[in-house]
């Protein structure tokens, strides 16, 4: 497996991916592949930083996040469906602790009904800070 930082070109993939991730975590987001596509194009051009883990040339996961000064926030973390279970987002986590995230804290959202994610996370040593409640 390869990481390395993600380009403009990677955008229609990553708004792929991204549709999936919507799709998988049941988020309301009701953007098509289009408007993705310009969302993804815009936060590369823009504040947000992506690193992809590459598998025979193919992208199989990504990981969206921005610096937000003290520390880091990130945004999405997406593993292809087909490759999943295979540690590829400990991998992908791994590496950008040892090679990005070196000198701040992360922090991130997760959907409380996404249990999966939930676990991971927690399995990965993330602990729950606040509760964001919404109405």
């Known amino acids: 497996m390869e990481i390395v930082r993600a380009e403009l070109t990677d955008v229609e993939i990553l708004a792929e991916l991204n549709k999936h991730l919507i799709e ?4 309301p987001n009701s ?6 596509t310009q ?7 823009t504040d947000y930083i992506c690193y992809v883990a590459k598998q025979n040339a193919g992208i199989v996961a990504y990981c969206l996040y921005r610096d937000e000064g003290g520390h880091y926030y990130m945004r999405q ?6 490759h999943r279970r295979k540690g590829i987002a400990t991998q992908l986590l791994d590496w950008l602790y040892e090679n990005v995230w070196t000198n701040k804290k992360v922090r991130l959202d ?18 729950i800070g ?6």
């Open 130 to 135: 606040v509760f964001r409640m919404e109405k």
């Open 77 to 82: 973390l997406y593993v292809d469906r087909a």
């Open 39 to 45: 969302r993804m194009k815009a936060w590369l051009a």
């Open 31 to 36: 953007m098509n592949i289009a408007q993705l």
């Open 24 to 27: 998988d975590e049941r988020h």
């Open 110 to 127: 997760v959907l409380a009904h996404n249990e999966d994610a939930v676990a991971f996370y927690k399995n990965y040593g993330f602990r």
